[in-house]
């Protein structure tokens, strides 16, 4: 059965609803409901990934944490949270693509930062639209073994902010779901230079399987 990120309490709610409708004879209400309720459902349909990790194959390996494309990569980037001298990767996340969130890797969560303010169009860089790196979004800070590892979440204005279920401390392996973008947006990924970046420009990409970087010394 499809699986889909719209919480069991609107699920409860719209089935209920649908039997109301039909109990009352009000069909072509009930009629349009449900086009929308499927619809609704397809487009936050959660994919049924059963990624097993070998560490000893997977050490070193960045994954892509989000379905989209990639339409930005910058190197030298400053962070105030994240670090000096990073790379960055901005994707954009369509409202068609399945829009779980994952973890690059295995890591810790060190920081989880909500600065809500900030939407702008997906496809747009956003250097370009916020004037800088640092912006409004969620950003959720990874420790890997010492060094950090952001996500940067900002919302697209025909979208909505992500629905994150991690907290600082928490610890999780790596292309595990921690949440999803409802009806996409953009998502921005910083590493530290030391990586070697395996991906470009307008390379679409998908969550827990496209490799983004490697450490040199494990290729």
């Known amino acids: 059965m499809l699986k889909s990120y719209l919480p069991a309490r609107f699920n409860t709610f719209a089935t209920i609803l649908i039997l109301l409708l039909w109990i009352l004879g009000l069909y072509k209400t009930l009629t349009i409901l449900a086009v929308f309720y499927i619809c609704l459902y397809i487009v936050l349909r959660k994919s049924r990934n059963d990624f097993r990790d070998d560490p000893v194959s997977t050490k070193g390996v960045i994954f892509s944490p989000a379905n989209g494309k990639i339409i930005h990569i910058e190197h030298n980037v400053s962070h105030g949270f994240y670090g000096e001298q990073l790379i960055e990767i901005q994707i954009m996340i369509p409202w068609w693509k399945e829009m779980g969130i994952y973890l690059p890797l295995s890591c810790e969560i060190k920081n989880l930062i909500r600065i809500k303010g900030h939407s702008f169009f997906r496809y747009l ?58 009806f996409g947006g953009t998502v921005v990924l910083y590493l530290p230079k030391k990586y070697e970046i395996l991906v470009t420009t307008n390379d679409e990409v998908n ?8 450490l040199p010394e494990n290729t």
């Open 125 to 182: 860089k956003v250097a370009e639209v916020l004037g800088s790196n640092e912006g409004k979004g969620i950003g959720l800070a990874l420790d890997n073994r010492g060094e950090t590892i952001g996500l940067t979440f900002f919302k697209c204005k025909l979208g909505f902010w992500p629905e994150l279920m991690i907290m600082p401390g928490d610890r999780g392996g790596r292309r595990v779901n921690i949440g999803y973008f409802p």
């Open 207 to 214: 969550a827990g399987e496209t490799i983004f970087a490697v």
